[in-house]
């Protein structure tokens, strides 16, 4: 298994309040994003890193920041939490993107539920 | 906008049978398709990856194929069992979005 690990694991927080999650990651690889997985919806792009302190948005990324200061680690907040945030949430990894990912497996995590209530 | 469905939604088959998982996806400008299993409450398994210029990938029972041009890729599992019972998700990159495309996923049961 790929080396990545989210915390936490489960998180149940108040509308309003701050949040961060946090996914670490020991194979280095370049390029790191956050998805949501919600029932009818599927996976989504939210944010990701193409390396440190370079991110771009993905498709969900309103009321969402991330930040990537070390190869390891990427971190998204949410910066007063909602409850249509509920949801599952999942870090994944790759060596590349985009035109050069085309030999490149991408590895998920385990995965973070976060309720807000 | 690339799009990625998958068909059918949910299948049951008793043990032992061979099956068909299908996927489609909009944009045939695509780097690569990558399948996933998913169990319940746990994170994505990646199965097999195809890049954009292969027609297929094998790997145990699993055999996925990749038709870029119509925007197709199938998954087949041959001689199933209760283990394979999961969901499978087929992703792509490339086509005009950023990071992973995913499908909604196949709902799998396979009856012992």
């Known amino acids: 298994d790929a080396g990545i690990t989210q915390s936490p694991r489960h998180k149940v927080t108040e509308t309003g309040t701050p949040v961060t999650l946090r996914c670490h990651q020991t194979?280095?690889?370049?390029?790191m994003y956050w998805y949501r997985q919600d029932p009818g919806h599927g996976l989504r792009l939210i944010h990701y890193?193409?390396?440190?302190?370079?991110?771009d948005k993905g498709e969900v990324s309103d009321g969402y920041s991330v930040s990537r200061s070390k190869t390891e680690d990427f971190l998204l907040t949410l910066e007063s939490a909602t409850s249509s945030q509920t949801s599952v949430y999942f870090c994944?990894?790759?060596?590349?993107?985009?035109?050069?990912?085309?030999?490149?497996?991408?590895?998920f995590g385990q995965g973070t539920r976060l309720t807000v209530v | 906008k690339q799009e990625v469905t998958q068909i059918p939604a949910a299948l049951s088959v008793p043990e032992g049978e061979n099956l068909v998982l299908n996927c489609s996806f909009t944009d045939s400008a695509i780097y690569n398709l990558q399948w996933f299993r998913q169990d319940p409450g746990k994170g994505l398994t990646s199965l097999l990856l195809i890049q954009s210029s292969q027609r297929e990938q094998t790997s145990g029972r699993l055999n996925a194929s990749l038709d870029k041009s119509s925007g197709r890729s199938t998954l087949y599992i041959a001689a199933s069992q209760p283990g394979d019972s999961a969901t499978y998700l087929c992703?792509?990159?490339?086509?005009?979005?950023?990071?992973?495309?995913f499908g909604k996923g196949t709902h799998l049961i396979i009856q012992p």
């Open positions: 992703a792509v990159t490339g086509g005009g979005a950023d990071g992973l495309t």
């Open positions: 890193s193409y390396g440190v302190k370079d991110t």
């Open positions: 194979e280095n690889h370049r390029y």
């Open positions: 994944a990894i790759s060596e590349s993107g985009g035109f050069w990912a085309q030999n490149t497996e991408a590895f």
